[in-house]
């Protein structure tokens, strides 16, 4: 397990950036990985974890949650609207909140249920055309309709291009955050945690480094 290899080169990260230490949080990201691996690392104390699909997140986590009281759980994958409510009632955060049709849903969810999941808006940093997510020009309208929803995201998300150096992706998403006071810095996986450390992440979801390789089998 990585998960005590993972801890110390993010403290070091940290350390490194001159951040505090504890500012960077770890969200492991158990999604299809087997039970035996998740419940050892829920064993060794850890308790943040993400996951990609709502279907398989519901399956799994209730159960494991009765186990090993006090687990926060962040969605980190595409949110399809029909699943809005069940995202609102089994997720702490939120991370893709990506169009407006998904934040009328999530802002109806929310009222209805009385539960508001910390959100995070994800942005396209590489205008990319087949990915999800807010391009930055649009980024000023799309909070501005949140807020008159109500909602108030706290942070931005972004995965960089596949294959491009994603410095300048975690660059790009840390000055959007500045310019529009939002605290929260979703960015960097296994390949790049350190490098979205030195440029202000505060939370970096991190799979495989901890769990080993996906099987999708
Ligand atoms: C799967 C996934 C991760 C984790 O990826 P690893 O490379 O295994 O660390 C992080 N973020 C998102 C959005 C993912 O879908």
Redesign the pocket.
Known sequence: MGLDDIRRRISAAEERAGRAPGSVTLIA?S?VQPEGRVTAVLDAGHRVF?E?YVQEAQGKWPGWRARFPGVELHM??PLQSNKTKAAVELFDAIHTLDRMTLARKLAQQIADQGRSPQLFIQVNTGDEPQKAGILADELPVFLSSCGDLGLSPQGLMC?PPEDADPLPHFRLLRRLAADHGLPNLSMG???DFETAIAEGATHV?????IFGA?DYG
Request: net charge positive.
């Open positions: 990201v999604k993400g990609n980190i994958g995965i996986m296994s390949a979801r991190v799979g495989s480094a996906r």
